[in-house]
């Protein structure tokens, strides 16, 4: 069965400073990765998928098939990047249900 | 674009009685969603998939009378969690997928649902 795994529940770092969020997944197939994001008292919003392979907000994804890997960077973090973030997996592209992992707070301090 | 309204946002209920949570897309038409379970400080858990004009898809582990779903029409399903008991108490947070945008297999979420079994 699928997995995905977000090693750190909290992460804190300071404006300005470069950010990872991990994310590695288990799966036989060719999955489809995406990162989600909640902002306090707001839905979860999509933030990027791996298939647009586009920087959204400054953070940018990078499927490595190899290490099962779907890390979240981005080079300078923002007060307003502080916000929930989970690495979910479909099963395939062609719309399947979604396993989320277990989230990671971020937290960017002033 | 995209929205998608969950409702109600809290719900207080008595042990024994059933609870029903409505999910909308607002400007998209959605055969599909999805239903979730979230436990403080955990991630979401994917409770059954609802397809419109048929019957919910169940993950396993999840009973089918308890949690009963409809999805009549392609902009609302609706989840009935029957019989409620404390261990009911969550957060039941749905999502929808576009209809014209399945390629795109992009889900959007409600605010969600908190649920307290009294």
């Known amino acids: 069965a699928q997995r995905v795994t977000q090693p750190e529940k909290l992460l804190s770092v300071f404006k300005g400073a470069p950010v990872e969020l991990k994310c590695n997944y288990s799966?036989?197939?060719?999955?489809?990765l995406f990162w989600y994001v909640q902002y306090s008292r707001q839905r979860l919003q999509l933030l990027l998928r791996h298939i647009s392979r586009e920087s959204i907000k400054g953070f940018t994804a990078d499927l490595n098939k190899g290490e099962t890997s779907f890390h979240l960077k981005k080079p300078f973090a923002q007060e307003e990047d502080s916000a929930m973030y989970y690495c979910a997996l479909s099963e395939e592209t062609s719309g399947s249900r979604l396993t989320f992992g277990e989230g990671t707070q971020l937290t960017v301090n002033p | 674009g995209a929205v998608v309204s969950q409702h109600p946002s809290w719900v207080i209920c008595k042990s024994g009685t059933s609870v029903k949570i409505e999910c909308r897309s607002l400007d998209f038409q959605a055969t599909t969603m999805f239903w979730y379970r979230q436990f403080p400080k955990q991630s979401l858990m994917l409770m059954a998939t609802?397809?419109?004009?048929?019957?919910?898809?169940?993950e396993q582990g999840v009973e089918k009378d308890k949690f009963l779903i409809n999805h009549a029409s392609l902009t609302l399903s609706t989840l009935t969690v029957t019989s409620a008991h404390p261990e009911d108490s969550s957060f039941y947070i749905c999502s929808a997928r576009d209809l014209l945008a399945v390629a795109k297999n992009i889900q959007y979420f409600g605010a969600g649902t908190r649920l307290s079994v009294l």
């Open positions: 609802s397809n419109e004009g048929s019957k919910a898809t169940y």
């Open positions: 799966y036989s197939g060719s999955p489809e």
